[in-house]
């Protein structure tokens, strides 16, 4: 149970992490979802939108995040 606890706690502070990053999102130089690299095409009748440097970005600081999260439960 104490295990559980721990990771209850863990995934609490990361949603306020993530909800306070959303918060300021506004005030941000760019736009998460709108960076220089992303693909944008608009057809006649369509549009297509895929976010690549975004996602890349996204895997990078979670990758980060996870990587100081396994470091400091040693």
Do not use: Q
Request: hydrophobic residues 50%; glycine residues 10%; aromatic residues 12%.
């Amino acid at each position: 149970m104490r295990e559980l606890g721990k990771l209850l706690i863990v995934c609490g502070v990361a949603l306020a992490v993530v909800g306070g990053f959303l918060l300021a999102s506004g005030k941000l130089p760019f736009r998460l979802g709108h960076l220089p690299g992303d693909i944008s095409y608009k057809g006649s009748n369509s549009t297509f939108y895929f976010p690549v440097v975004t996602c890349i970005v996204l895997s990078v600081i979670l990758s980060i995040v996870i990587w100081l999260v396994n470091y400091f439960r040693r």
